[in-house]
């Protein structure tokens, strides 16, 4: 099992581009996550879902939108991104009464 | 509103030498407490997740302890490979489905 797959892993944006984060698992998870941790700081989410078709914000959706047409594939997009987007995104699974496992991240500068 | 608040914000440690590291939280009803280990570069690994207050969880060097106004992680005799940040997260509410992490605590052993 790959676990929580993210793609990819570095990325350098100019302000006003966009781009789509990718996220997959392979545990049949029915709960994904998104996070974004600022250096030195925590995780915050920013969207989850519940089940493929079902997403709701998190404490910092502006900015993002994510869809979940598959249990295996959650990206999250960016559409116009700004310097206040550049931070270290998590994205997390986990199914019912079970903790969140995390992948890498991805780390997202955007100049 | 969810808060969690970690303590101390970083802490250096000779090798063998135990210390605690504080989460307090503020929730309505709380469904978890989760401890997470996270290394330079990676996403946060799964280590406890405490239920009620008196609970304890232990793996190897590592114990966490939960009340109903905070949570302690100690780390007895810790060795240089336990170095890493460790986050507390809380779910709460009716559903219980989102995590509120704290800013989490960097440990550094040294030799």
């Known amino acids: 099992n790959a676990g929580v797959t993210q793609t990819p892993k570095f990325r350098i944006l100019k302000i006003g581009q966009s781009m789509t984060l990718q996220c997959t698992q392979d545990?049949?998870?029915?709960?994904m996550y998104w996070y974004r941790q600022d250096p030195g700081m925590g995780l915050k989410l920013i969207y989850y879902?519940?089940?493929?078709?079902?997403?709701d914000k998190g404490e910092v959706p502006n900015g993002y939108n994510v869809s979940r047409s598959t249990t295996e594939d959650f990206p999250l997009r960016l559409e116009l991104a700004a310097p206040s987007q550049t931070s270290v995104y998590f994205c997390?699974?986990?199914?019912?009464?079970?903790?969140?496992?995390f992948g890498d991240g991805t780390r997202l500068s955007i100049l | 509103e969810d808060q969690v608040t970690q303590s101390p914000e970083a802490l250096r440690l000779q090798e063998g030498e135990s210390s605690s590291l504080n989460c307090s939280y503020t929730v309505s009803g709380l469904r978890g407490l989760f401890w997470y280990r996270q290394d330079p570069g990676k996403g946060p690994e799964f280590l406890f997740t405490?239920?009620?207050a008196g609970e304890e969880k232990e793996k190897e060097r590592l114990k966490a302890t939960l009340t109903k106004k905070e949570s302690f992680l100690h780390i007895t005799a810790p060795k240089p490979e336990d170095s890493a940040t460790y986050l507390c997260a809380v779910a709460a509410g009716a559903a219980g489905n989102k995590l509120t992490f704290g800013g989490g605590t960097r440990v550094l052993v040294k030799p």
């Open positions: 879902s519940v089940g493929a078709g079902i997403t």
């Open positions: 405490l239920y009620s």
């Open positions: 997390a699974s986990r199914s019912s009464n079970q903790p969140q496992h």
């Open positions: 545990m049949n998870h029915n709960y």
